[in-house]
């Protein structure tokens, strides 16, 4: 299946560890069709998190071809933005071609993020270079999860 993300921006009031409210913008993940719907799903998902009024400040279409989910229960996890360029020769030219992307890991630290990313990155065939790997300052990520009620168009016979 083929996810589209977007990074949806949330402003809102935040208590600070001293006590103090500050006003933060926030950036967020969500998997959606459209910019509308991922606003929406935004909102949803914020509203049982932030006490109060909170804007969607912004939203724009996120370069990820890929997600790589910790499974474990992480107490502190970052999403690290890692930058790979697939290599594939040329067997015309005998040149090397380079294929850049863009994948999401999420993990406790860059030292993990880069194992995490091999491991992720097991299966596939092609050679990769890491370019680079960083820290983003997303907070989470919402990925699409169809309702229960919602039935197959073609169910299963």
Known sequence: ?????????????????????KKVTEPY?????????????????????????????????ANYSELFWNETDLEESYWFKCKLAFVTLDEKTGTEKRTITNILVQSSDI????????NGMKGTMA????LSVAETAIMDVYKYEAPEEVKPEFPEA
């Open 127 to 130: 050679d990769y270079i890491i």
């Open 1 to 21: 299946m083929m996810h589209t993300w977007f990074e949806c921006k949330i402003r809102y009031e935040k208590t600070m560890e001293n006590g103090m409210n």
């Open 111 to 118: 030292r993990q993020a880069i194992r995490d990313l091999d």
């Open 29 to 61: 993940l969500v998997d959606a069709l459209s910019f509308t719907e991922a606003e929406e799903r935004i909102i949803e998902e914020m509203t049982s998190y932030i006490s109060g009024e909170f804007s969607v400040s912004a939203v724009k279409k």
